[in-house]
DNA sequence: GTAATAGTGTCTTTAAGACACTATGTA
DNA sequence: TACATAGTGTCTTAAAGACACTATTAC
């Protein structure tokens, strides 16, 4: 760039005359990891590159961000258009850029975590097409450190996975478990009204371990994060539990309690 | 792309014909927010913008990222040439990315957050240039949420900020704030050996409140991370306290605790 | 000795875990 | 009625907060 003339211009003047082609630039894109809950297990959406390179493999949801597009726009419209999914609480992950992670070119992918009940995604993988999979996440780091994870597919093995998609769904899953229990993420897997039971067995799914049924309720009641309905559960043969909503007012006090000190 | 004819070839012969220029591309850089504590508060590296845009105003180090380069390698880059600073614990913050946000092109920026002691900071400070500032920021958000921050120049009133970098600066604090309890970061600001007492300052001034020192100090020790020298700190008019290092191992039984259930 | 901060012992308070118990629906 | 799970009350336990007290150094 010719510093010295750029000095003197204004800001309009030096954008009149910039050239953005001056830096080679790297391609950029989002991946997206939707996630719910089957079974007491961890699922996310996959889908079967059906074009090189690695076709034939299994990889998140994803697409070049265009150039006037936000990347939380791109994120929503990848889920919408290879997921057929729309208004999912969505989160940006981490963002991952080492060269070579993709063999065609340089490309840097910003990764998304989006949550949805299982109904949703499912229903809107039916509608999509086979091409797509829930897939169980096998989720078992050393240490909580948030390493690759493994993807099941419908027969239990493991699915081949993209690139470093698997990474990713480490980091996805490292996120999420990380911010349970100070934010109100586990609602998003479950319908709008549910019973403290579902949502304990939401809070075990994601973290991978049994918790104390008296403990989890009482937290959860006191964090006034929980409206009652006054409706029960139906179809059950026993005592039908107290339906609950999310009630998205602010925490009064401290969401955010981890206290130090 | 010519998809039917894609299908009939291998990876390799796929990548070989693969043209990279199909797509546009946003430019990709990298910006790194260098934190500090002085006097009891936050403080980072800012540096004034020389040139259009926004010639004059105080930007966070930040560069594009070469094609070849990953995007930590980047940050690393652009703190050891911007900042003469090298070896710091450096993560990787958020990706910013609205169209729009930068008035030249599109730019996406990798935001990365850096760690260092005071005395290395000014040190490193002085010996590049006067265009550098170390500047006091100004943390006061409404309930925790990580709105943009304000920066303090040399006489204590606020300083401009280019592009949207006070945005960067509230995340970062944030992130910081939400990490101490429960990564080791706090060693980050402190040169190797220390005082149990400093640490605490650390802490108070990272997350802008006091602490209960005996609080503290228990789970400092217990945490399992502390190692005492045996050697004591000088120069100190009263009774000198025990000074401790860092010890890198891994926490036993769980460093991240956070109970839930 | 005094001043000032480091460091310890112990009581109180809060929240989680454990567990026994009661409540309420279906079959 | 039996059964299964929902929901409550209370004791125990672990960790934070509070605070009094002792220890050690410079002056």
Chains 1, 2 share one sequence.
């Not at 309720?217 to 999310?246: H, I, N, S």
Request: glycine share 10%.
């Amino acid at each position: 760039m010719a510093d010295k003339q750029l000095r003197e211009l204004s800001d309009e003047e030096f954008l009149a005359a910039y050239d953005p082609e001056v830096f080679p630039r790297p391609s950029l894109a989002v991946d997206v990891v939707v996630v719910a809950v089957r079974a007491g297990r961890l699922c996310a959406l996959l889908v079967r590159r059906g074009e090189q390179p690695q076709r034939g493999s299994w990889a998140l949801p994803g697409g070049f961000v265009a150039m006037d597009e936000g990347l939380e726009a791109a994120a929503r419209r990848v889920v919408a258009t290879k997921g057929a999914l729309r208004d999912l609480y969505l989160e940006q992950l981490y963002t991952f850029g080492d060269p070579g992670r993709d063999p065609r070119t340089r490309v840097v992918s910003v990764a998304y975590m989006a949550l949805t009940d299982l109904a949703r995604l499912e229903h809107a993988v039916e509608a999509v097409g086979d091409d797509r999979w829930v897939a169980d996440l096998a989720v078992g780091w050393k240490g909580e450190h948030g390493g690759p994870v493994e993807a099941a597919g419908p027969d239990g093995t493991g699915l081949r996975l993209a690139f470093d998609h698997a990474q990713i769904l480490g980091i996805a899953v490292q996120r999420l478990r990380g911010k349970l229990d100070y934010a109100p993420v586990g609602f998003e897997f479950l319908p709008k009204q549910f019973t403290l039971r579902q949502l304990q067995d939401i809070h075990e799914a994601v973290l991978g371990r049994p918790l104390n049924k008296d403990s989890f309720r009482r937290r959860m009641l006191a964090g006034g994060q929980l409206e009652a309905t006054g409706a029960r559960e139906g179809d059950v043969a026993y005592r039908p539990a107290e339906l609950y909503r999310f009630a998205r007012q602010a925490p009064k006090g401290g969401a955010i309690r981890r206290s130090d000190g």
